[in-house]
């Protein structure tokens, strides 16, 4: 059973950074490789695919996520962090963790389309005042 823990939301002044934790349990047990994402919400829209990582390394990032986002990974690939720098008023969301299954010949690269992960995480809340 694959379970992910999302943490380090915060209320934050704009300027500011945060690095938010996905712990995933479960995912080496089941899948020999697998995607992370980071997803987005703020009430009334869609869910907004942030960044996305393979267990092999690869990256997806958003257009809008390019410059201030940055994952990475601790060493056992079970946990990705999202930092974010430079937070500003709009970056205020709950922030989803999710994965998926991730076999070569699925995926090119780690998607960010909601609708293509499994998993997901109950979120952790980041508010960002000006």
């Known amino acids: 059973q694959v379970l992910l823990v999302e943490s380090g939301g915060a209320s934050v002044q704009a300027g500011g950074s945060l690095r938010l934790s996905c712990a995933a349990s479960?995912?080496?047990?089941?899948?020999?490789?697998?995607?992370l994402a980071w997803f987005r919400q703020v009430p009334g829209n869609e869910r907004e695919g942030v960044v996305s990582a393979h267990s092999d390394g690869r990256t997806t990032y958003a257009d809008s996520a390019k410059g201030r986002f940055t994952i990475s990974w601790d060493n056992s690939k079970t946990t990705l962090y999202l930092l974010i720098d430079n937070l500003k008023p709009e970056d205020t969301a709950m922030y989803y963790c999710?994965?998926?299954?991730?076999?070569?010949?699925?995926?090119?690269?780690?998607?960010?389309?909601?609708?293509?992960?499994?998993?997901w995480g109950l979120g952790t809340q980041v508010t960002v005042s000006s």
């Open positions: 999710a994965a998926v299954a991730c076999s070569p010949s699925r995926y090119e690269s780690p998607p960010l389309s909601a609708d293509q992960y499994v998993y």
């Open positions: 479960g995912l080496t047990d089941s899948y020999r490789s697998y995607c």
